[in-house]
């Protein structure tokens, strides 16, 4: 909360407040009570939506059940925003090589501004998972996850199946994350912050149903209104640590070549990865 008002940008009118509900068997994704606070001192909305992978928030009805039984309802006004169609799609404002839009849940329009609540980890696919991809794969619909996946080749869900079987090449699916997480920032423009949490961190994302142990210690909370520059800086910090799981979860980064989404969002004019890092 301190970050927060810090960072000196309050949002307005309806807030959505993204954050990663965690797939049925994770064990490190943050759970209710330790976001209340922040979403309290926001006063917004808790936003969600549908995966497009095998597990228990692929659909509608399996993924609100999930969200009940991981507690998220007893704190949280909760909306799954594509939890029913039609999606809409939003533009991509700047030079891409693959999406033409994002595609998002109908219900992603009902909001004025976003809270970005991150918590950075490991991703069997992206390398790692901060404010990018939060913005890219999180805030998109099932549709949506097809399209970012396939970097552009598949859009409708009911095609989802053949994405895992038929993926891009690796750059074109992070570069194709960058182009998505750029359509959700230039929406809210001046009217979204962004907070990474380095804690719970494994080389698994919380959408792993089966996810390793964290390897690393927690090192702190990020904030601030670049999702470049606060994704570079949680990179950065893991590389500077001394931890003996350091080059376990960097092993997972580069093995990915996750860093090029930040390199991407950064020629995009997304945001800078030059930062100050100032400490309260």
């Known amino acids: 909360m301190r970050l927060y008002e810090a960072v000196g940008r309050k949002l307005t009118g309806r807030i959505a407040i993204k954050v990663h509900s965690g797939e049925d068997g994770n064990q490190n994704y943050m759970r209710p009570p330790f976001w209340k606070p922040m979403v309290e001192h926001v006063g917004g909305t808790f936003v969600e939506c549908n995966t497009a992978y095998e597990g228990e928030r692929n659909s509608t009805e399996k993924h609100?059940?999930?969200?009940?039984?991981?507690?998220?309802?007893?704190?949280?006004?909760?909306?799954?925003?594509?939890?029913?169609?039609?999606?809409?799609?939003?533009?991509?404002?700047?030079?891409?090589?693959?999406?033409?839009?994002?595609?998002?849940?109908?219900?992603?329009?009902n909001y004025d501004s976003m809270l970005v609540l991150s918590h950075f980890k490991g991703h069997p696919m992206g390398g790692f998972g901060g404010a990018l991809k939060q913005?890219?794969?999180?805030?998109?619909?099932?549709?949506?996850?097809?399209?970012?996946?396939?970097?552009?080749?598949?859009?409708?869900?009911?095609?989802?199946?053949?994405?895992?079987t038929d993926l891009p090449e690796q750059d074109a699916f992070l570069e194709s994350m960058a182009e998505a997480a750029s359509a959700v920032a230039?929406?809210?423009?001046?009217?979204?912050?962004?907070?990474?949490?380095?804690?719970?961190?494994?080389?698994?994302?919380?959408?792993?149903?089966?996810?390793?142990?964290?390897?690393?210690?927690d090192i702190g909370i990020l904030a601030g209104t670049d999702p470049v520059a606060i994704d570079r800086a949680c990179v950065d910090l893991v590389k500077q640590s001394r931890d003996i799981?350091?080059?376990?979860?960097?092993?997972?980064?580069?093995?990915?070549?996750?860093?090029?989404?930040?390199?991407?969002?950064?020629?995009?004019?997304?945001?800078?990865?030059?930062?100050?890092l100032i400490e309260l």
């Not at 080389?203 to 390897?215: K, L, Q, R, S």
């Open 64 to 109: 609100i059940r999930l969200l009940q039984k991981h507690g998220w309802n007893d704190y949280f006004d909760v909306d799954l925003m594509d939890r029913e169609g039609p999606d809409v799609e939003i533009p991509i404002l700047r030079d891409k090589k693959h999406l033409d839009s994002d595609i998002v849940g109908k219900n992603f329009m």
């Open 135 to 164: 913005l890219s794969i999180g805030c998109a619909s099932c549709a949506g996850k097809v399209n970012i996946h396939s970097a552009g080749k598949y859009r409708k869900a009911e095609e989802q199946g053949v994405v895992w």
């Open 186 to 217: 230039d929406h809210f423009a001046d009217r979204i912050v962004y907070i990474n949490v380095m804690a719970n961190m494994s080389v698994d994302c919380d959408c792993c149903a089966i996810a390793e142990d964290p390897c690393l210690k």
């Open 245 to 276: 799981g350091r080059d376990h979860f960097m092993e997972r980064v580069t093995s990915r070549n996750g860093e090029h989404t930040i390199d991407t969002a950064a020629a995009m004019g997304l945001g800078v990865t030059e930062y100050e």
